[in-house]
């Protein structure tokens, strides 16, 4: 299937990907090093990320598993589906 040659191209290739990655992510560290401030924004995004699944999670249990769900005239995405 595949010869040897092949093989030890393919290897050489995932090795220098693998180097690229390893220079880029020294680079990426020495930027943060320099600039603090650069992780202020993945913090935010990550707490605003987890409010936003917070409002979703309580307004499905008070939809679909609440009181509002049972009352009487209420239809609800899950029985129209």
Known sequence: MFGRLEIAIAE???????????????ASWS???????????PVFSGIAFLALIAVVCIGALTTFGGTIASS???TSLASVL
């Open 12 to 26: 050489a290739i995932m090795f220098q990907r693998i180097g690229r990655g390893w220079e880029m992510a020294k």
């Open 31 to 41: 930027v943060v090093k320099l600039h603090p401030k650069l992780l202020l924004l």
């Open 72 to 74: 009487p005239g209420f």
